[in-house]
Each structure stands twice: as C-alpha cells, then as structure tokens.
C-alpha cells in the first residue's frame, strides 16, 4: 500500500477535494493529478490541500499533444503544464503525444514533429526541475491520441536527452501486449518515471477511450510487469489509472476500497 | 487492377458463386477465399466453379487458433484447410494465431505454443506444397484472437522454416501504426505470402472486429506500404479484405465498384 496511487481519472466524477479526501479515507498515500480539477480549484490551493492531506504526487495528467497544429499555443500549454508540476512537486508530468493532424496520413511526420517539439520543452523542463515522461499508448489510439505506439520507440525518443528530464510511463494497458516489452523494460532502467495499471478487458467497451478495465477483471499478467518494472530498478509509486463509464458511476469510496483489494491481490510483488 | 484480389469478407452476404460472379462483373481476377462458405458449396465444387470463371485464388483463411486447448483438434483442423489450400491450388493459408486461452494471462506461454503448433504443421504443408501465412494482428486482438502482435515477432517465429513454406501477411490495418515497419518490411523479403489492405476508420466501431474501413475512409497510407511491400520484392495479388457491417448491408456489385475505384485511388502504385 505504500506505493500506491490512485490517478484521478479512475474517480472521474470527484472534484480534486474529494479526490484527496477519499485517498486519506482509505490509506492510499499518493495521487496522480489532472489539470482539469486542479484548475477549477486553482494551482496553489490544490498544492496546498494535496501537501495538507499528506500526499505525494506521482503525476501530473497531462502535456502532449504535440501534433496540433498551432505549434506556439502547444508550447504554451506545456511550459504552463510544466509550471504546475513544478508547483505541485510532481514526480513527472505525463506526455500524450498527440495523434495524426487532422486530415494527415503522414505517420513519420507526425512522429518527426512529436521529436521536434519535445527537444524544444526539455530546456524548460529542466530549468524547472521537472520531468516529463512520455507515454507509448495502445495502438489502437494511434490515429487519434498517441503516435508514440511501443516503449523501444519512446525510449529511442527519450535516449538524446538526461534521463532526470526526460523518462517513460510504462502504462500495463499500453504495453502489456508487446512481444519486446520484456527487453524495452530492461532497456528502460532509469528513465521509468512512472508506472500505471488498469488491465485489458473484452470484449472491448464501445467507447474505446473508455476501455479500461480493473486490475483481474482483464487480461493482464501485471505481476509479471511489475516485477519487470522492479528489475529495471523502479521504486516509485504505482499509479492505478483506469477510464471507465461503468466505473465513473459508481461511489468514490467503493471504488478505492477495489482499487486496494485489487492492487494487494493482482500487481504487489 | 490485374494485381486486385477481392477477398471474400468484404462482401460477407454473398455465397461463394455469387462472389464468383461478382468479381468476374468487376473485372477483378482474384479471389481470397473463406473456408464456411466455400464448404457450403463443397471444396471440389468450389475449385472447379473458381477456376471456370478464371480467378486466381489469392489466399485460403483461414487456419490457425492454435491455442485452442484440443491440440489435436486443431491440427486435425488445420491439417483439413491446408487440403483445402492445396485443392484450390491457393496462393497461401492465412493463419490467425489465436488469442489467450480461456482464463488464461500467460501471453509468453501462448505465444511458445503458437510456434509449437506452427512447427508440427510445417512438414505436412510443405508435402502438400502449401504456403502458411502468418497474419501477425493488431494489438487490439491480442487477448481474444490473435498473440501474434507485431510483423518483427511473425518473421521470427517463420525463420526457423523455409520460406515456401512459411511467409507472413502483411495486412495495413494490423501493421501500420507500427514505428518498426520498414525495417520488418524489408527484413520480410522472400517471406511476404499476402498484401491485404483496409483502412483504420475513428471512431472505431463498436465492434471491434468489424471496425475497418475502406482504403481512402481512415488514417492509412496505403501508398507508402505498398511502396515498401513491392520495394521488398512482393510482385503478388494485393487483397483488399475489409470487416465492416455497414459494408455488409450494401449492394456486392456497389461495394465492388468502390473497391475498384479506392484501390486505383489509394493503393496502386
């Protein structure tokens, strides 16, 4: 349980108050933070009460979108993404890439853009004392989220830059499926800036954004890739992260009374 | 259009001789066969009905469902289709690998019993003179049907076999998001035993099998994989097979003239 997080987004209804608060009621010690509540509550007060509560921050959701197209504004919204961070003293801030510009077929582009507009943050980044880690997604959300589809293609794309700047999520969802995963894990070792975990259920929900299952009501093996995670040399918080509508309408504290169950019967070592 | 292929699939209402038929009105020499409706009409029946009207049969699909728990059953299966293939003198027989067996989160085990299955196979193909070709799938499919994820990981699992015997397809919608797949294109030189194409469509519809589009409807860059398939020495039929339920509901000879018109459009180079 020590190294338990709980991601916002898996109480997708709560404000980031109750986000806290239902952490502190049920022991989890850590948070993964969205921009979106902590806006509503303002930057600074929402650093106040997560530190007030007791809590770490093992994230910051999220930057990215690097394939917009108007480049200045994507610039913007990430070193204001980078400023929170730093506020919050989150271990990282979580980078979805973006997906295809609209109306473009033009995969290498985007991914060349995506390179691009990372090696422009990084400076910043590190003057503020942040992390960014990259994310592979799923596949499945290469059209339209992440271009960054395996671990090997974010570490090549994280390997220019210092490691302390620049790390990797390794997301169970994302990855779990690769026959290179054992390997891009081992190759991993130093840039993990975050580990998170919801499992892969079928059939796959209608709303695939939404497709994201309980740990062990699903078909991942995450002690296997927590114990990857762990030979890599990763000691940070594991972050449960799981979208779901089924789920988003069900009690806060039913939900995080699962997410611990769940955690301490499929992903602890 | 001498290189198009219509598979089956595309107009799933239709029975074998109305395929047939619907392909010789569209000028399209090619046909990839499915093994329910061609023993609907019985293997020989089937052959001589194909070969009358002149088309070429660009692939037999489909084998496979090798981690199916009766062993035998699916060698016996398998064993039947490569008859099949060898009957209709097929270009090859797609194999779709199978996804986790029931109840089961051991994706490497899976995956050692893929190539188990596929080695057992090989000599009876090879007396058979029959090409098995391994459909490496999108990670989307993974748990439920096919652990064959990646072209680099089906060019592994071939190259213990001679290549006449064992090839891989290469097919746009489980292939293109992938940051590795010019080097695997190109490293599937000689192995290349089918070119389908699709197209990825978002949303993705709700059923996930049923989810791809027609070439020029989604995200893919058909020219460029064609470039690399023919730049790899692939000189065969190029099979346009595409799952989708509102295609189904349309007229065949519409869905062929589209099929026609998109390929010339999107594909050919």
């Given at each position: 349980m020590n190294r338990l997080s709980l991601n916002q987004k898996t109480v997708n209804g709560c404000t980031l108050p109750e986000a806290v608060a239902a952490c502190v009621r049920a022991g989890v010690p850590s948070i993964g933070v969205w921009r979106e509540p902590l806006h509503e509550v303002g930057v600074d007060a929402g650093a106040a009460l997560i530190a007030e509560a007791g809590l770490r921050v093992s994230s910051l959701c999220r930057g990215g979108f690097f394939t917009a197209p108007d480049r200045a504004e994507v610039l913007a919204d990430n070193r204001r993404a980078i400023d929170e961070t730093a506020a919050l003293a989150a271990d990282c801030l979580v980078l979805v890439v973006g997906g295809l510009p609209e109306g473009?077929?033009?995969?290498?582009?985007?991914?060349?853009?995506?390179?691009?507009?990372?090696?422009?943050?990084?400076?910043?980044?590190?003057?503020?004392?942040?992390?960014?880690?990259?994310?592979?997604?799923?596949?499945?959300y290469c059209a339209d989220r992440g271009v960054l589809s395996t671990l090997g293609q974010a570490l090549d794309l994280a390997e220019p830059h210092d490691p302390a700047v620049v790390g990797v999520v390794v997301d169970t969802f994302h990855v779990w499926w690769d026959p290179d995963v054992e390997r891009q894990i081992a190759r991993a070792a130093g840039r993990i800036a975050s580990f998170q975990v919801c499992d892969w259920i079928t059939p796959l929900p209608a709303d695939t954004l939404l497709a994201r299952g309980m740990m062990g009501d699903g078909h991942i093996d995450f002690r296997?890739?927590?114990?990857?995670?762990?030979?890599?040399?990763?000691?940070?918080?594991?972050?449960?992260?799981?979208?779901?509508?089924?789920?988003?309408?069900?009690?806060?504290?039913?939900?995080?009374?699962?997410?611990?169950?769940?955690?301490?019967?499929h992903v602890v070592l």
């Open positions: 473009s077929r033009d995969l290498p582009a985007a991914r060349a853009r995506v390179a691009d507009v990372l090696a422009e943050l990084v400076p910043y980044a590190a003057d503020h004392g942040v992390r960014l880690a990259l994310e592979p997604m799923n596949p499945l296997h890739l927590a114990g990857l995670v762990a030979k890599a040399g990763y000691t940070g918080d594991v972050e449960v992260e799981i979208f779901n509508a089924d789920l988003w309408r069900e009690d806060p504290d039913v939900v995080l009374a699962r997410v611990v169950s769940r955690y301490a019967e």
